[in-house]
């Protein structure tokens, strides 16, 4: 009886664990504050703040002399178009919840959204 406990103790350690993570999500879900506006900054110096409640093509120059094409479209923001070599940027999709971030490495470019 021993033996069968214990080796039914790690299938309660995962499902517990997963229980944890999926509350974790859930909430985190339930919690997020839709922005107000993004800024961006360029070797950590903000250079613009875009408002995300109006539609918006904006070309960012980088560091290293990357340029990129950030999108503000029904509330959220994206980068279109980037010249660096990984286009990691561009992949990172749409957001818009408050402390979500698009990072840029080679044109040490950060899109933040921030609330009022």
């Known amino acids: 009886?021993?033996?069968?406990?214990?080796?039914?103790?790690?299938?309660?350690?995962?499902?517990?664990?997963?229980?944890?993570?999926?509350?974790?999500?859930?909430?985190?879900q339930i919690s997020k504050?839709?922005?107000?506006?993004a800024e961006i900054r360029v070797s950590g110096d903000t250079v613009m703040t875009l408002p995300l409640d109006k539609n918006i093509r904006q070309n960012i120059h980088?560091?290293?002399?990357?340029?990129l094409v950030v999108i503000v479209d029904d509330g959220s923001v994206f980068v279109e178009h980037s010249d660096c070599p990984d286009k990691i940027c561009?992949?990172?999709?749409?957001?818009?919840?408050?402390?979500e971030t698009i990072v840029c490495l080679?044109?040490?470019?950060?899109?933040?959204i921030r609330g009022r």
């Open 1 to 28: 009886m021993k033996q069968k406990l214990h080796k039914l103790i790690p299938v309660f350690v995962i499902i517990g664990i997963s229980i944890v993570c999926i509350i974790c999500i859930i909430l985190r």
């Open 33 to 37: 504050e839709n922005g107000s506006y």
């Open 62 to 67: 980088g560091a290293n002399g990357i340029e």
């Open 90 to 99: 561009e992949r990172m999709g749409k957001k818009s919840s408050v402390g």
């Open 106 to 112: 080679p044109a040490r470019t950060i899109i933040e």
